[in-house]
């Protein structure tokens, strides 16, 4: 069974640019959130979508946005990118919404984004 | 607001002894926590979990204690091996209906000591 694939792993940008990541969950799955980490931050909640729809938004500025297609993969999108934008972004996915019941959340290896 | 603490930064165990990560959460709503662990280079992994109605729950080396009264969880590892050295965030879910959100902490790197 594969994993939560995320693409790219690596990418440079620069300020003012924007960045469009991508995430395809676990076969089956329909939910799938997206976190950013920076050191001493933890995993900081952007979004979480499931079954297409906008579940859960965290406290992040709207230059970041998301959405979900049909076969529940997700995309996020970081427009006009600041150097604190500089971070390792998360995706996951879970059967069911990530807080529901015993439900777990399977991440990616992350996608490494620096901005210059 | 940080609703799920985790205070130490960092912890450095020998190996065979002992690692205990702790975790405290400020919202009475909580019901069910995790444990995650994370290698450099990958993304977090599930460890353990524990439902609220519950005070301990134990999978092979790792075991989970909740503590509600005190708003406390803890991790404890026994033996520590080097192969433990990770990044460990604890993560909570609470709320209702369209409000319930599963909240992470700031994590904990572990360091086995050989």
């Known amino acids: 069974k594969a994993g939560v694939t995320q693409t790219p792993r690596y990418l440079i940008k620069t300020r003012g640019q924007q960045v469009t990541l991508s995430c395809s969950p676990i076969s089956g799955h329909r939910s799938v959130s997206w976190y950013q980490q920076t050191p001493g931050q933890g995993l900081q909640f952007l979004f979480e979508?499931?079954?297409?729809?906008?579940?859960n938004k965290g406290n992040f500025p709207g230059r970041f946005s998301g959405r979900q297609f049909s076969n529940s993969r997700s995309e996020m999108n970081v427009s006009t990118l600041e150097l604190g934008d500089s971070a390792l972004y998360l995706c996951a996915s879970s059967f069911g919404p990530s807080a529901s019941g015993a439900n777990v959340l399977t991440f990616g290896a992350g996608s490494r984004l620096t901005v210059l | 607001d940080q609703q799920v603490k985790q205070n130490s930064p960092s912890l450095s165990v020998q190996e065979g002894r002992i690692s205990i990560l702790n975790c405290d959460y400020t919202n009475s709503m909580f019901d069910y926590f995790l444990w995650y662990k994370k290698y450099p280079a990958e993304g977090p992994t599930f460890l353990i979990s524990?439902?609220?109605?519950?005070d301990k729950n134990e999978d092979g080396r790792f075991t989970v204690f909740l503590n509600k009264s005190a708003k406390h969880l803890s991790l404890h590892i026994v033996p520590s091996q080097p192969g433990d050295s990770a990044v460990y965030f604890c993560a909570a879910k609470g709320g209702s209906g369209s409000a319930r959100q599963l909240t992470f902490g700031s994590g904990t790197q572990l360091t086995v000591l050989p």
């Open positions: 979508y499931f079954s297409e729809t906008q579940r």
């Open positions: 524990i439902s609220s109605i519950k």
